[in-house]
């Protein structure tokens, strides 16, 4: 990921966790970050880490979840809150859960990408890593790819390999 020629623009950091991504993004020099993280412990470590690095002229930092549908969606804990092992899709077994607000990304991007850009650059990477929610984004968002053809890095679990557009 360090190779990326020429730096994006723009980075859609969905499933930040504790923002490895959104730094790594800021210092090669993309000058809009997003960085969603729906598990509160991440969303503020994520935070944390924007201001120890002063970044918060770059990162913006959403406590969220992207998936394929507007609204409230339940978030099963893994056993280790920090992590990262989340997930919408798979219910962890630990009892433990979060209701965390959640949007599609053509919506994320309309209310929050276009505010400080009108327009989207062909040099935008989203990178999608949502402990398997991934094919509910990438199906819901299908037309927007279509139009903007931004880079994807996409962390893909087995079961959604199987799964068509």
């Known amino acids: 990921m360090l ?18 991504y959104s730094l790594i993004m800021a210092r090669l020099g993309c000058e809009k970050i997003y960085s969603i993280e729906a598990e509160k412990e991440n969303y503020l470590a ?12 770059k990162i913006y930092p959403f406590h969220m979840a992207i998936c394929g549908k507007n609204g409230i969606v339940t978030l099963h804990l893994a056993e ?21 607000k959640c949007t599609t990304l053509h919506s994320f991007i309309d209310k929050n990408v276009r505010k400080h850009s009108s327009t989207l650059s062909n040099n935008v990477l989203i990178k999608i890593d949502v ?6 984004i990438l199906k ?10 931004p ?4 962390e893909i679990w087995d079961e959604n390999r199987k799964k068509s557009f």
């Not at 092992?85 to 077994?93: L, P, Q, T």
């Open 80 to 100: 280790n809150v920090t992590d990262g092992c989340h997930s919408i899709v798979v219910n962890r077994g630990t009892g433990r859960i979060e209701k965390v």
């Open 3 to 20: 190779n990326l020629k020429p730096t994006p623009n723009i980075f859609i950091d969905i499933g930040a966790h504790a923002g490895k």
């Open 151 to 154: 880079q994807l890095l996409i």
């Open 131 to 136: 402990e398997g929610a991934e094919y509910q």
């Open 140 to 149: 819901s968002s299908f037309d927007f790819f279509k139009i903007n053809k």
């Open 46 to 57: 994520l935070k944390q880490n924007i201001l120890l690095n002063n970044f918060e002229s």
